[in-house]
């Protein structure tokens, strides 16, 4: 009796079971259940946001790079002679003219030796001068004029040997420029070699740096350049390329450029790290949205475009820079519209309402930039 009661219930309470799956849409404690789970999708409110219009213009393309400053011309001021210091005459960083002394060292033999040098120079030649009339009188013989006449040069190669000795001992400036800190002092014993000082010539800073081959087609002699120094960031320096080096290097496929920089106030050092952008032509039409519109996902680029009311996520290919605009070369179209605001809450095809109804690309400024590889 007991097992046909078990049995009964069970057919009662999966009777019950099979009404309610058959008949779960008139119940209505179901259907408020599906409504709180979720509304239909034509209920969803459009998601506000602002978009504006692709923007067309000509821009500049650069290329960056690093580099380091170098002088116009720089030499280390070495002694040529040993000797002692004897005078110095120039001061740290002092500005020189090219041929200025700067320093002398203790030459009294050497002056000495030249004098008695130029007297035996001048006896031989007078000898010579003397043998030279007798042998047109045919007094003396052709062998003796020959053994003057060499005597007269050795006197003179060996006061030319003495002069230029001394003239080791007077130490020039080589050309214009600023002197360095001084490495001697007064009555120092240098020998050849021995630094005394650092000679640059810094009106002009040469600027080299590297560019990749793939863009070596519009690098040309007379590009401009605009560059930055580490230690004054607020400040341009405006150069023109030089010289290309001749060979492409083989590891880093790159090839070396020179740019020169005015410098007439000095404000740039020889060694100086520097930012370089490189112009190398124009892009004449080029399509340019917002920074903020770009979503980097994956290393890859994406934006969403705007198209009767719904968000399209769309991969782009990010070209030059502008501050605050990017152009993009592949995955739009001129007349697309590109979403600024709300892209974190954007999904791919998600209503949206559009705020700023016209929709207006920012002001554009300053000079896009490609980064080297270099």
Do not use: C
Not at 71 to 98: C, H, P, Y
Not at 99 to 112: F, K, N, Y
Request: proline share 5%; glycine share 8%.
């Amino acid at each position: 009796m007991k097992v046909w009661s078990q049995v009964l219930v069970v057919g009662v309470i999966a009777a019950g079971a099979a009404g309610a799956l058959i008949f779960r849409d008139n119940l209505p404690f179901v259907r408020s259940s599906q409504t709180a789970a979720g509304k239909p999708a034509a209920s969803i409110p459009a998601l506000p946001i602002e978009a504006v219009p692709v923007r067309r213009m000509e821009i500049t393309r650069t290329i960056e790079a690093v580099g380091t400053a170098q002088a116009n011309e720089a030499v280390t001021i070495t002694a040529k002679a040993t000797g002692i210091v004897e005078r110095l005459n120039f001061q740290d960083s002092q500005m020189v003219k090219a041929g200025v002394i700067l320093v002398e060292l203790e030459a009294a033999e050497s002056s000495a030796n030249i004098g008695a040098l130029r007297a035996a120079r001048d006896a031989a030649r007078m000898s010579y001068d003397r043998a030279k009339q007798l042998i047109e009188s045919k007094v003396v013989a052709q062998a003796r004029l020959d053994e003057v006449s060499k005597a007269y040069e050795a006197a003179e190669a060996r006061l030319r040997a003495e002069q230029a000795k001394f003239s080791d001992s007077v130490i020039r400036a080589p050309f214009n420029g600023k002197l360095g800190l001084r490495k001697v002092s007064l009555g120092a014993l240098v020998r050849p070699g021995d630094v005394i000082t650092t000679l640059d010539d810094t009106t002009l800073i040469k600027l080299e740096f590297e560019v990749p081959e793939t863009v070596l087609g519009g690098v040309k002699i007379g590009n401009t350049v605009s560059a930055k120094a580490t230690s004054m960031p607020d400040r341009k320096f405006d150069g023109v390329v030089t010289t290309i080096d001749s060979r492409i290097d083989p590891t880093t496929r790159a090839v070396r450029v020179r740019a020169q920089i005015p410098n007439a106030d000095d404000a740039l050092k020889p060694g100086m790290f520097m930012t370089v952008a490189l112009s190398v032509g124009k892009v004449p039409d080029a399509m340019m949205v917002p920074e903020e519109s770009l979503l980097a996902q994956g290393g890859e680029q994406f934006v969403f475009v705007i198209r009767e009311g719904r968000a399209t996520r769309t991969r782009v290919t990010v070209g030059q820079r502008l501050p605050g605009l990017a152009q993009i070369t592949n995955g739009l179209h001129p007349d697309d519209h590109v979403a600024i605001t709300g892209l974190q809450q954007l999904r791919d095809g998600s209503r949206v309402r559009q705020t700023n109804a016209q929709g207006s690309a920012p002001p554009a400024s300053g000079t896009p930039s490609q980064k080297s590889s270099s």
